[in-house]
């Protein structure tokens, strides 16, 4: 069945560095889009990144970018977050999910409405 599951949430002191895993179950990684969102208690879910269907398009919001870096492994059919020098406000619950409306590309990646398949989310808690 179509399914998406992250893993890889948990506490980690301001400027140390995790990695996410989300595993997709019953479509190719390959051949869809798959972002990356965060949602901190009483926030708004925000765009974290994205990885088009070639795997050579990818996009992260200003805050993230430049210490967040998306990527996947087609064997395995997962797709990665490496998130590095974390910082206190990026303590949230983070989310995979397929991206839906036929878009394969990551142009305008941040819109939740845009995505159809979800997982369950795991925490990421930064804190000293």
């Known amino acids: 069945q179509l399914q998406l599951v992250e893993s890889g949430g948990g506490l980690v002191q301001p400027g140390g560095s995790l990695r996410l895993s989300c595993a997709v179950s019953?479509?190719?990684?390959?051949?869809?889009?798959i972002g990356w969102f965060r949602q901190a208690p009483g926030k708004e879910r925000e765009g974290v990144s994205c990885?088009?269907?070639?795997?050579?398009?990818?996009n992260y919001a200003d805050p993230m970018k430049d210490r967040f870096f998306i990527s996947r492994d087609n064997a395995k059919n997962t797709v990665y977050l490496q998130m590095d020098s974390l910082k206190p406000e990026d303590t949230a619950t983070y989310y995979c999910?397929?991206?839906?409306?036929?878009?394969?590309?990551?142009?305008?990646?941040?819109?939740?409405?845009?995505?159809?398949?979800w997982g369950q989310g795991t925490q990421v808690t930064v804190s000293s």
């Open positions: 990885i088009n269907k070639s795997g050579g398009d990818t």
């Open positions: 019953g479509v190719r990684v390959d051949s869809v889009a």
């Open positions: 999910a397929r991206r839906g409306r036929g878009i394969s590309t990551c142009s305008l990646f941040s819109i939740p409405a845009d995505y159809d398949i």
